[in-house]
């Protein structure tokens, strides 16, 4: 999902848009010759995520600075936990620093809430997943974040699936088009390996929709007597997600309710910062 090109071409852009003209406070204040050692350390409990970002954004300012992870992504830590240690230049080092801290904060605080919900739904075959309301041109370091911390990934974007909403379903039955049979038309449209999913918003039109042998339905905003009474009429025939109303006060009954998957806006979109100091003693 992250690959280095793309690490780097965000990061980089980040490192420039943060010091176009360069570091003045550091060029500034600290001695050409001066090197520091560094620690990133945990001011809070949490889960990791965002190694590589991190290593990226010291590296990319300079080569020499040496990145050593004391924890890989997905694990867990507690609060004063060394969680790297980084050794350079000290301008450099300073230069860095903000960049560093705000990826590896912000993929580690989603990978800390995505692992809070999936604690949430352990002993149901519920998964939870992500949404594409992520933060524009970050969404693969967001969804990484979301993996690390134990969820799973929807569609990547809107060329990897078709996902039928209510406003899809009204324009496709214009003129008292028949739903089934439109929607069995589209299956039979698409290309080998994209999945079909329509959302429904009420019991009534689940039959209609699972007539026309769509992989994914995706019960919206259903109360958890309906998300029940939907499982049954679903029968096992394709993969059920729920979505709408979901906080980890509610997904863990959302998720007795036997739906496959629990879509969660809020991983990306409401997640916040981890707390995460890097803390620079200089030679």
């Given at each position: ?29 600290i001695?050409?010759?001066a ?6 350390a ?10 590589q ?12 600075i040496?990145?050593?992870?004391k ?8 609060k ?49 997943l992500?949404t ?13 974040a ?14 990897d ?19 089934t ?8 449209e698409?290309p080998a390996?994209?999945?079909l ?15 026309a ?8 905003n ?27 006060d ?10 496959d998957?629990?879509?969660v806006g ?9 707390d995460?100091g ?6």
């Amino acid at each position: 999902m992250l690959t280095t090109e793309l690490i780097n071409k965000v990061v980089g852009a980040a490192l420039l848009e943060d010091a176009p003209n360069g570091d003045v406070t550091s060029e500034h204040l600290i001695p050409a010759d001066a090197t520091a050692v560094a620690e990133l350390a945990a001011r809070e409990p949490g889960t990791f995520s965002g190694a590589q970002v991190f290593i990226a954004a010291f590296q990319l300012t300079n080569p020499s600075i040496k990145v050593e992870m004391k924890i890989n992504d997905g694990e867990k830590f507690e609060k004063g936990q060394q969680l790297a240690v980084i050794t350079g230049p000290a301008r450099a080092v300073l230069t860095a620093e903000r960049i560093g801290l705000n990826f590896v904060q912000r993929m580690s605080g989603i990978a800390t809430l995505t692992a809070q919900y999936v604690a949430k739904v352990a002993g149901t075959k519920a998964a939870i997943l992500d949404t594409r309301k992520t933060t524009p041109n970050l969404r693969a370091f967001e969804r990484q974040a979301v993996f690390d911390g134990g969820g799973r990934n929807h569609r990547f974007s809107l060329s990897d699936q078709v996902m039928a909403k209510d406003n899809h379903l009204a324009v496709l039955t214009r003129g008292g088009k028949d739903l089934t049979t439109e929607l069995r038309r589209v299956r039979g449209e698409l290309p080998a390996g994209i999945k079909l999913e329509v959302e429904v918003d009420r019991l009534e039109q689940i039959p209609a929709v699972l007539a026309a042998g769509v992989d994914i339905i995706m019960l919206d905003n259903f109360n958890v007597e309906d998300l029940k009474k939907g499982v049954e009429l679903i029968n096992g025939k394709c993969v059920v997600e729920a979505s709408g109303g979901v906080n980890l006060d509610t997904v863990g009954e959302i998720a007795k309710t036997g739906v496959d998957v629990i879509s969660v806006g809020a991983l990306t979109h409401s997640a916040r910062a981890l707390d995460l100091g890097l803390d620079i003693k200089i030679d």
